[in-house]
Each structure stands twice: as C-alpha cells, then as structure tokens.
C-alpha cells in the first residue's frame, strides 16, 4: 500500500516562498507522474502541477506557472513544490497525488493515491 505525506506547509505573506515535500512509501513505482493539487474552502480540487519522471516533463496550472517549480528526488520518492511570490488567493490545501496511469494528467481522477494534505496560507 503507496502512503503519501506531505509537509512544509505554513503562514506566509504575500510575495514569499514555501517549500513543500511528498514522501511517497510503499510499492511507489517512478513510472507514473506525481502531482500536486489545492483545494480552497467551498471550491473543487484544483490541479497546479504535476511531473513525470521518465522524461522529466513537467506541467504547470496557468495561475502558478512562472512562480511555482515541481520536482521529484526518485532516490528518496519524494516530490517538492517550491512556490515563490506567492498570493492570496493561494491559500488552500495543498495535496500530492500519484498517478493511476503513466500519462501525466491535471485530472484529479487520473490519481490512484493522495496524500492527506497541508494547509497554506498567504496574508495580504
């Protein structure tokens, strides 16, 4: 059983940087994508980006492309999400997810198994 846990979430202000890791234990396998994704209060998850480490082909949502850099360290099955210049309206939970197939995809259904998230929150 894949288990996933996510940390480096916090309190920042606008325009700072967070850091956040996935651990990925278990039978994770390299060969599907791994993601990140938010969800705001009152809103639908919302996919932000995701990488794929057979060709190291990332994809990034527009509304974090530029700001945000995703990465995996496969020796440690760990992906970071480094966010930079952050808003406010990056406030959310912010889950990783591995995928249930091997095409990267911004779908949440396209992910077999999730992390159990952490907050962040961006004062203005």
């Known amino acids: 059983q894949v288990q996933l846990v996510e940390s480096g979430g916090g309190l920042v202000q606008a325009g700072g940087s967070l850091r956040l890791s996935c651990a990925a234990s278990g039978r994770a396998n390299h060969r599907y994508p791994m993601g990140w994704f938010r969800q705001a209060p009152g809103k639908e998850r919302q996919f932000v980006a995701t990488?794929?480490?057979?060709?190291?082909?990332?994809y990034y949502a527009d509304s974090v492309k530029g700001r945000f850099t995703i990465s995996r360290d496969n020796a440690q099955n760990t992906v970071f999400l480094q966010m930079n210049s952050l808003k406010p309206e990056d406030t959310a939970v912010y889950y990783c997810?591995?995928?249930?197939?091997?095409?990267?995809?911004?779908?949440?259904?396209?992910?077999?198994?999730w992390g159990q998230g952490t907050q962040v929150t961006v004062s203005s």
């Open positions: 990488i794929w480490e057979g060709s190291g082909y990332t």
């Open positions: 997810a591995i995928g249930s197939t091997v095409v990267p995809s911004r779908h949440p259904g396209e992910y077999k198994y």
